[in-house]
């Protein structure tokens, strides 16, 4: 079956043409800057890449065109995956994307206003442009869904909690399904309480026992837990109202600092991308020495958190631009586990490579292991199983 992923954003749209018997990627790309001046497309597929100055007014436009570079491959679309970032309490799985199902996406949108909207518009263009195509809804929430009571209830009044749906619905739970999947097939039965990291430029870590998530790190909204590239992850949340009442920030702007201006950025002052602050702190740079002290630190932290939610663990997953990428960080996170029995073989951590591999020396109490993700895939394998 061939698989079109969708991820739509509020300016962007990226999308994966996927065979999921073979798993080849036939084509991908990227529309940019949607209803913004100097869109363009970023497109690859067999004959090379290639950037496409197009202007792409609104999402309609973007879909269209998506799909006539498509054509020009000769490869029928069997069906249509959407990245869906916030299912509230409507999705403990993947879903095909009835009139009931987008008016659901729409109601929980207050969550993930950004997204949520565009996503639902997108799911709509490609029902009324391919009405033979099936369209399937893959929220990101899902897998969380059915974490216990402990894990995602907030202790503020029942009431507010109850009217407003607050809650701990967490994200990257698309990726973190795929991570479990992978690490199940390469560590076979050994693996029953695994911790994922899925550490990018979002960052977050899943509890995973014998396949459920049972316990994660973002919240409510993926602002929480880790520090990320620009987000500052879980602080005080007093702070939000006392940098409005004593700061004088408003609310939106407060909103941005802590989204956008906060984390990696904020702590290095450099950029938030962990490549330059690796660079820098290997000049000496102070700022850039602590911004990598605190990530990892703060990282170590919370995987002793998600081991405590299943009384224990016995495998460690990174994954994620720098999960996969980055052995000095993984090397930071594991030497402060090291109490815990966590022993990594320092040239294997070191090896670069797209493949599942082990990165724990023999003696290491839990197996740590390099995932590289594939939530475009984990997609794909959603709407084989729900239209195929
Ligand atoms: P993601 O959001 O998963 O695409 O991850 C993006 C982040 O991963 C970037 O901002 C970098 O901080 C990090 N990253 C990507 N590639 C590398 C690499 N080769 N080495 C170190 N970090 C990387």
């Not at 950025?265 to 330059?276: E, F, M, Q, V």
């Not at 994620?320 to 966590?342: F, H, P, Q, Y």
């Not at 475009?376 to 084989?384: N, S």
């Amino acid at each position: 079956m061939v698989v079109l992923v969708i991820n739509a954003g509020s300016s962007s749209l990226k999308y994966q043409l996927i065979d999921v018997d073979t798993q080849e990627v036939f084509a991908k790309g990227n529309c940019e800057r949607i209803g913004i001046d100097g869109s363009f497309i970023g497109h690859e597929d067999k004959s090379g890449k290639q950037k496409i100055d197009i202007s792409l007014p609104d999402h309609k436009t973007a879909v269209s065109e998506v799909f006539k570079l498509l054509e020009a491959l000769n490869i029928p679309v069997d069906g249509i995956g959407h990245r869906v970032v916030q299912g509230g309490w409507y999705f403990p799985e993947s879903a095909v994307a009835t009139k009931e199902a987008l008016a659901q996406i729409r109601e929980v949108a207050p969550l993930a206003p950004l997204h949520n909207y565009a996503e639902a518009d997108v799911i709509e263009i490609c029902q009324n442009l391919f009405p033979e195509i099936g369209n399937v809804i893959v929220p990101d929430t899902a897998f969380h869904f059915n974490m216990p009571e402990v894990a995602w209830r907030y202790p503020l009044p029942r009431e507010v909690a109850d009217k407003h749906h607050i809650r701990k619905y967490g994200a990257h739970g698309t990726s973190h399904r795929f991570i479990w999947r992978a690490t199940k097939e390469f560590m076979g039965d050994k693996t029953h309480k695994l911790v994922s990291a899925h550490i990018g430029s979002g960052a977050s870590l899943c509890a995973i026992h014998d396949g459920k998530s049972v316990e994660t790190t973002m919240g409510l909204t993926p602002l929480d837990g880790l520090i990320m590239g620009t987000r500052t992850g879980t602080i005080d949340p007093a702070t939000v109202v006392y940098l409005q009442r004593e700061g004088g920030y408003s609310v939106d702007e407060v909103d941005v600092m802590m989204n956008k201006k906060s984390g990696l950025l904020a702590l290095s002052d450099i950029s938030s991308d962990s490549r330059d602050i690796e660079e820098a702190a290997d000049k000496g740079d102070q700022k850039a020495k602590i911004a990598l002290d605190m990530f990892s630190y703060r990282a170590a932290q919370l995987i002793m958190e998600m081991a405590q939610s299943m009384e224990g663990w016995d495998t460690l997953a990174f994954s994620a631009g720098i999960g996969e990428n980055s052995d000095t960080i993984r090397r930071m996170i594991c030497e402060k586990l090291a109490w815990t029995g966590v022993k990594l073989d320092l040239e294997a951590n070191k090896v670069r490579s797209g493949d599942v591999r082990l990165i724990s020396a023999g003696d290491s109490k839990v197996a740590v292991l390099v995932v590289p993700t594939n939530e475009e895939l984990m997609i794909a394998m959603d709407v084989q199983d729900l239209l195929g």
